[in-house]
């Protein structure tokens, strides 16, 4: 799994175009093939800052994201609303599956 977060200062006197840019983003993202889920939150110390937060399937799942028509529009749009730097991290995550660890039984204590 991929999973992508990131900050998006927003301009205070955009910031109802940048919530409504966000919402068409997700909308259109969270029906992408290979796409878990993909949000907007609004920073709670600075409501001019959103929040993003997005899984992904896969890694070629993600670079097709990049491909997509609404990703081309919201990059298109995004420089008339945003304040300062976007920051974005990007991380690959493995499950472990608890059946096939091996950890040692500890013994219980007993007092």
């Not at 990049?66 to 919201?74: G, K, P, R, V």
């Not at 749009?77 to 990007?90: C, F, K, M, N, S």
């Amino acid at each position: 799994m991929i999973i992508v977060h990131g900050t998006i200062p927003i301009r205070p006197d955009q910031r109802d175009r940048a919530l409504e840019l966000a919402r068409r983003m997700s909308e259109a993202t969270q029906a992408e093939l290979g796409c878990i889920s993909y949000d907007f939150y609004v920073g709670l110390s600075d409501p001019n800052t959103l929040m993003l937060f997005q899984e992904w399937e896969t890694m070629e799942a993600l670079m097709a994201h990049f491909q997509t028509e609404h990703m081309d529009e919201f990059l298109r749009e995004l420089p008339q609303v945003v304040a300062g730097e976007i920051t974005t991290r990007r991380y690959a995550v493995q499950s472990v599956d608890e059946d096939t660890e091996e950890t040692p039984e500890t013994p219980p204590i007993v007092h």
